[in-house]
Nanobody, 127 residues
Framework: EVQLVESGGGLVQAGGSRLLSCAAS????????IGWFRQAPGKEREGVSC???????????AHSVKGRFTIFSDVAKNTLMVYLQMDSLKPEDTAVYYC?????????????????WGQGTQVTVSS
């Protein structure tokens, strides 16, 4: 059974930083890319950043977070850890952030490519 467990959400001031963590298990790591998605109130869920399982760990960033967010991964004790380092946070980054296992292919960091979702973690950026 695929499990994706997010942690690290909370309240942060604008300009601050936050590190989100996703513990992924229950699947062969090469089967999926892992992505971070977010959904703000009244808005559609969107892809924020994804990292592939290929040897070069190809990454994708949404235009709105490029240069401010960094995705990286590590493996420890049969668990794939995928992190999202968020810097220079803005109030518009406020959302529920979801970790997801994503089918690898063209446009892989899209909600249409998601195979499994985590439960989400709230990030609130105050102005």
């Amino acid at each position: 059974e695929v499990q994706l467990v997010e942690s690290g959400g909370g309240l942060v001031q604008a300009g601050g930083s936050r590190l989100l963590s996703c513990a992924a298990s229950g699947f062969t790591f090469n089967d999926y890319a892992i992505g971070w998605f977010r959904q703000a109130p009244g808005k559609e869920r969107e892809g924020v950043s994804c990292i592939s399982s290929s040897s070069n760990s190809n990454t994708f960033y949404a235009h709105s977070v490029k240069g401010r967010f960094t995705i990286f991964s590590d493996v420890a004790k049969n668990t794939l850890m995928v992190y999202l380092q968020m810097d220079s946070l803005k109030p518009e980054d406020t959302a529920v952030y979801y970790c997801a296992a994503v089918h690898q292919g063209p446009n892989y960091c899209s909600t249409y490519s998601v195979q499994h979702w985590g439960q989400g973690t709230q990030v609130t950026v105050s102005s």
